[in-house]
């Protein structure tokens, strides 16, 4: 089937989207055809203001758009707890729990061997240049618990616990509203493992 070539083009564009597909691909390009002007403009104007004003944060490596970002600019945060997290997303779901008033530190990834992903490709130097001498008690490890994540996990706490700081790690476990029997075994053993008193 022919399609006009810029038609074509979107597709092959939304087609580099992680998890998207050609089927995908040709449903959000006729989509994007479908709706008004107005709102696929606006998509794309989004994209280009995310693209021109959206960057690192100095400090924390998270996203934002003045440097330093929110959180490392706000005073009553507790600068001397960081959580390490991977990705500028996880930030945000930290936040969104409303439970944690530390700092961040923003990997950038995990150790992955067969991606050929070392802690030198990651922010873990950085990470540890930070630490020393500026007086941190606590860092919260708070990698995804994946075979990647754990061996970040492992290798950080190797790392900073010479410095003298704590290292703690995000417990492991049964998600609310669960049930025992559904559970996977993994997940399972590390609810055993981190139980807690009643």
């Not at 449903?27 to 693209?51: D, G, N, Q, W």
């Not at 700092?103 to 030198?120: K, N, Q, T």
């Not at 540890?128 to 754990?150: D, K």
Request: a negative charge; one cysteine or more.
């Amino acid at each position: 089937m022919h399609q006009p070539p810029s038609l074509e083009l979107l597709i092959q564009e939304l087609r580099k989207l992680p998890g998207v597909g050609i089927k995908t691909a040709r449903r959000l390009a006729f989509y994007l055809f479908k709706i008004p002007k107005e709102e696929a403009l606006a998509l794309s104007s989004a994209i280009r203001a995310v693209r021109e004003s959206v960057r690192e944060c100095s400090l924390c490596h998270n996203l934002t758009e003045q440097d330093p970002c929110r959180i490392c600019r706000d005073p009553t945060r507790d600068s001397l707890t960081i959580c390490v997290v991977e990705e500028p997303a996880d930030v945000l779901a930290i936040e969104e729990s409303g439970t944690y008033r530390g700092r961040y530190w923003v990997l950038g990834g995990v150790i992955s061997p067969l991606d050929a992903v070392g802690p030198e490709a990651l922010r873990i130097p950085e990470l540890l240049a930070e630490l020393n001498g500026r007086g941190v008690r606590e860092v919260i490890v708070a990698t995804n618990p994946t075979s990647q994540g754990e061996a970040t996990a492992l290798y950080l706490s190797g790392q900073i616990r010479p410095l003298g700081v704590r290292v703690t790690r995000l417990a492991l476990g049964l998600p609310m509203g669960s049930a025992v029997e559904h559970t996977d075994g993994v997940t399972l053993g590390k609810a055993l493992e981190g139980r807690t008193e009643l």
